[in-house]
């Protein structure tokens, strides 16, 4: 039997499949395009800026950028677990955060809802007590959806009472219209990512690969990444890596 090796091919052979092809959700296009930005001059991109990130987003415009990242400074596992010597011997840096309310992390998505273009994705990096127990009610009040959900393997032992972990998770959220089709463009990458962070510079430190391939298939070169909670800032180096630019700030700066 000949081996079909084209959709043009295919459409020939079996004109019958023309709805189902070309209305397929799968693009490798994007033709989504985020409109340009005036930004105030504190507001430097490709800068670690030093400052509140509710600010920041306050002064951005609506509707205006493709792509946020949310690292929240939540300690749910590390809370609950109680091993008693957290602080002391074990996760100093961590612990040292200022933790985030509930309620704060809520704001925070209200608010990049409210700049994301439509279709654009929020990428929520999540802790397992979270994604466990839920955490639906902190986007109830926008235009974010659940739309994918990515398990980091940081190769990497962690904490467990019982299972020892080695993976996070990162959310993905899109704001309606939700879709897929000539909005994420590259579909090679795994549900299941393995990348070793090359460094620990901070205690939230996040896979500089993985955020870059995600940024490259929700976004165009030149576009504006944001990320309010920047912690490393691993998001401006995974933005710039793709040709994109970066607006992002951590009180600790």
């Known amino acids: 039997m000949k081996k079909i090796t084209s959709v043009k091919e295919t459409l020939r052979l079996f004109p019958d499949t023309t709805d ?23 507001l430097k991109p490709n800068t670690r800026l030093k400052m509140d990130g509710l600010k920041l987003l306050s002064h951005l415009p609506k509707e205006s950028v493709p792509v946020a990242f949310l690292d929240p400074q939540y ?8 091993y008693g010597n957290e602080g002391k011997s074990r996760e100093k840096r961590r612990c040292s955060l200022m933790q985030m309310p509930e309620e704060l992390i809520a704001e925070f998505i209200r608010s990049i809802d409210s700049v994301l273009i439509p279709s654009g994705h929020l990428f929520l990096w999540m802790d397992k007590f979270h ?11 926008t235009q974010l959806d659940v739309v994918d959900l990515i ?16 993976s996070e998770y990162c959310v993905v959220l899109q704001k309606h219209p939700r879709r897929a089709k000539e909005v994420w463009k590259i579909h090679n990458i795994r549900d299941v990512w393995l990348e070793r962070t090359k460094t620990k510079e901070h ?35 995974a933005a710039l890596s793709k040709n994109r630019n970066f607006i992002g700030c951590d009180l600790e700066g």
């Open 151 to 166: 398990v980091w393997n940081k190769d990497r032992f962690g904490m467990g009472y019982r299972s020892r972990r080695v």
């Open 203 to 237: 205690p939230h430190q996040k896979p500089v690969g993985l955020q870059g391939e995600l940024i490259a298939a929700v976004s165009n070169e030149g576009d504006y990444i944001i990320d309010p909670a920047a912690g490393s800032f691993s998001v401006m180096e």
């Open 131 to 141: 994604l466990c127990q839920g955490f639906k009610t902190w986007f109830d009040d």
């Open 75 to 82: 300690r749910g596992v590390l809370d609950r677990m109680n």
């Open 20 to 42: 189902e092809i070309t209305n397929n959700v799968f693009s490798t296009e994007r033709i989504v395009k985020a409109p340009s930005i005036d930004l105030p001059d504190f």
